[in-house]
């Protein structure tokens, strides 16, 4: 799935969820909450991170850069069979944008490694 390989220069956030996005860039920065992030200062303080988004079917899992000005797509990926199943199993019917599993955090992982040469 060679639509990462541009983008296994980022640094991905693998805690960021959907809504602790929210918290941090739209509501700059009410996220001090046990010291577990610094929050917003300015519109340089970007995020990168994954969602599993169902509105669609099959679900998806998208790419996002987010910053105080908005949130840009960076990539969209379609799940293997097994994880479609799997996204299914975790979010029943329910139809909106979810943090990532534990099982599609490896598959993404994988999917950043650089190619063996």
Known sequence: MGQLADFRHLSIDWDMSPEEAVT???EWGNNWRRGERSPVRSKGDISNYFVLNTWQQPPVVTLVRRNSDGAEELATLE??????????RETGA??????????????????????PA
């Open 94 to 115: 329910i139809k909106g944008v979810f943090a990532i599993t534990p099982s599609l955090r490896s598959w993404l992982e994988r999917e950043l490694e650089p190619d």
């Open 79 to 88: 799940l293997p069979h097994t994880l479609k199943e799997h996204a299914r």
């Open 24 to 26: 941090m860039y739209l």
